[in-house]
């Protein structure tokens, strides 16, 4: 890899730490490709991401954003979860980790807080951005349907009685 090529690397990862909300640091112990690909795909489906990247050009990367105290944990063979959405990538990373032992979970950050292992699986278990506007959504709607309903309902109950007054006098 030449300088242009890691300098273009840096660029996309400032880029990438500046667009996110939340960044897991994770360590890869021995994936197999299927694996890989399988973590990945889940990733790209939660509307997250993962990288792998030189531990080298992702401090250079850090330096000066509000990712800066992650910095002490890039040693190993890491790679980085983000996502826009501060629950995504951590719920997509720590579901991944109960299925093999050969993923690990470092800490990671959300903005300039420092977050454990537990910290990201404590943000692995709040509702995602899309749930939360769902139930939002559905709080909002309840009561215009609610009355809806009962503005209906007389005319509903009307129609009821009329029906089997006339089902009576045909008999």
Do not use: C, H
């Not at 997509?92 to 032992?101: G, L, M, Q, R």
């Amino acid at each position: 890899m030449d300088r242009a090529q890691k300098a273009e690397q840096v660029a996309q990862l400032k880029q990438t730490f500046s667009e996110s909300a939340v960044v897991v640091v994770t360590r890869n112990l021995g994936l197999t490709v299927a694996q890989s690909t399988t973590l990945r795909n889940r990733m790209r489906d939660a509307g997250a991401s993962y990288k792998v990247s030189k531990n080298t050009l992702a401090l250079i990367a850090v330096e000066g954003t509000t990712y800066a105290p992650i910095s002490d944990m890039l040693s190993g063979p890491t790679a980085l979860a983000t996502s826009t959405d501060p629950v995504a990538a951590a719920k997509v990373v720590v579901d991944f980790a109960k299925t093999t032992d050969r993923f690990e979970i470092v800490g990671g950050a959300m903005g300039d807080t420092l977050l454990d292992v537990n910290g990201v699986k404590a943000l692995a278990e709040l509702p995602s951005l899309d749930e939360l506007r769902a139930t939002i959504i559905g709080l909002i709607q309840a009561p215009a349907t609610k009355i809806a309903r009962t503005i209906n309902e007389p005319g509903a109950q009307l129609a009821r009685v009329f029906g089997a007054f006339a089902a009576k006098t045909d008999a």
